[in-house]
C-alpha cells in the first residue's frame, strides 16, 4: 500500500510537474509572443525613434537655419532699432518742428484774426468816411443859388424933403458860392466868396412935387403939390466873401458881406428915362435847410442919375428872400 501510495504520488508529481511544465509552455510561449509583439513593437519604435532622429536632425538643420536666419533677423532688428533710433529721433524733431509750426500756425492765425477785425473796422470806418463824404458832398456841394426877394427899400434924392413913399419892392438874384478850402474848419465853418452874377433890384415909388398955378397966379395960394409915380431898377452883380457854418445834420447859417456895382434907371410915369451908374452895399444872413433857405439883407448906397433937376438919389433898405440852393 505504501507502494501505491508512492506511486501515486509520483504519479501525481508526473502529473504536477506535466502540467506545471505545459503551464511553463503556455507561460513561455505568451512571453514568446509577448516578446514578439515587443519585439515588433520595439522596431517599430526604433523606426519610429529612427524617424524622429531623421525629422530632429531636419529639425535640428532647420533650427540651425532658423538660429541663422535669427542671427541675420536680430541683425535686421539692430539695423531697424538703430534706424527706429534715427527715426524717432527725427520724429522727435519733428514734433518739435510741428509743435512751432502749430505755435507759428496760431500766431497767423491769431494775426488774421486781429486782420480781419482790424479790416472789419477799417471797412465799417471806409463806410462811414463814405457816409460822411456823401452827406458832406449834399452839404457843401449846394454851392448855386437863385434869390427871390421881398425889398423894403427907401429912396431919397437931393430936392426932396423926405424920402419916397414906396409902393413896392422885388428882387432876384443869382448867384454861386465858390469856398477857399476844401475840408470844414472844425467839422463845420467854411469861409468863401460869393458872386452874384445876375442881381435885379426893381421898385416902385410915388414921387410929390410942388408947381406955381399959373391959373391962379393972382392968388395968394398958387403953389400946388401933385405926385406920380417913379420906377427904379437895378441890374448889376454882387461880389464879396462869406461864412458859412454848418452846426447840425444839413441845417446851414450863411453871414456874407457883398458889393454890388450895377446899372441904375429911374423911369416915371411920363416915360422920362435916365440913368447912371449905381454903387451897393449888401450885409446879409441866411438859413438854409438842404435846397431852401430863408435870408434877411440889408442894402444900401447911391445912384448918381440927372432926373428932374436931381444928380443924387440915395437908396437905404432891407429885404427877406427865399433862396433854393443847388
Not at 501510495?5 to 506545471?20: A, E, P, R, T, Y
Not at 529639425?59 to 537655419?65: T, W, Y
Not at 496760431?106 to 456823401?134: A, P, Q
Request: net charge negative.
Amino acid at each position: 500500500m505504501e507502494r501505491y501510495g508512492n506511486l501515486l504520488v509520483i504519479l501525481m508529481l508526473i502529473f504536477s510537474i506535466n502540467l506545471s511544465a505545459q503551464t511553463l509552455r503556455k507561460q513561455n510561449q505568451m512571453l514568446k509572443d509577448s516578446i514578439e509583439v515587443k519585439n515588433k513593437t520595439i522596431e517599430t519604435q526604433k523606426v519610429t525613434i529612427d524617424s524622429l532622429a531623421l525629422v530632429g536632425k531636419s529639425l535640428i538643420s532647420d533650427l540651425n537655419e532658423l538660429k541663422l536666419d535669427n542671427d541675420s533677423l536680430e541683425t535686421v532688428i539692430d539695423n531697424k532699432i538703430e534706424e527706429n533710433s534715427d527715426l524717432l529721433s527725427e520724429n522727435d524733431s519733428l514734433k518739435i518742428e510741428l509743435s512751432e509750426a502749430y505755435s507759428v500756425n496760431d500766431r497767423k492765425e491769431e494775426t488774421i484774426d486781429s486782420l480781419e477785425f482790424i479790416v472789419e473796422n477799417l471797412n465799417t470806418e471806409v463806410h462811414g468816411l463814405k457816409n460822411y463824404y456823401k452827406k458832406q458832398d449834399k452839404i457843401w456841394g449846394r454851392k448855386k443859388y437863385f434869390n427871390l426877394g421881398y425889398n423894403m427899400e427907401n429912396l431919397k434924392n437931393d430936392d426932396a424933403a423926405s424920402e419916397l413913399s414906396r409902393k413896392f419892392g422885388a428882387s432876384m438874384t443869382i448867384g454861386r458860392t465858390f469856398y477857399l478850402h476844401k475840408n470844414p474848419i472844425l467839422g463845420m465853418i467854411k469861409f468863401g466868396l460869393d458872386w452874384s452874377y445876375i442881381d435885379l433890384n426893381v421898385a416902385g415909388y410915388n414921387y410929390e412935387y410942388s408947381y406955381i398955378d399959373n391959373e391962379n397966379s393972382n392968388s395968394s395960394n398958387n403953389i400946388e403939390t401933385d405926385e406920380y409915380g417913379i420906377y427904379k431898377m437895378e441890374l448889376g452883380m454882387q461880389f464879396g466873401p462869406s461864412v458859412t457854418v454848418n452846426p447840425v445834420d444839413y441845417l446851414k447859417v450863411n453871414v456874407y458881406f457883398r458889393y454890388s456895382p450895377s446899372y441904375s434907371v429911374i423911369l416915371d410915369d411920363g416915360f422920362q428915362f435916365n440913368g447912371s451908374y449905381g454903387s451897393y452895399m449888401n450885409f446879409g444872413l441866411a438859413v438854409s435847410y438842404k435846397v431852401i433857405s430863408l435870408g434877411y439883407e440889408m442894402r444900401w448906397g447911391t445912384s448918381n442919375i440927372s432926373y428932374d433937376n436931381s444928380s443924387k438919389w440915395d437908396a437905404k433898405g432891407s429885404k427877406v428872400y427865399i433862396s433854393f440852393r443847388y
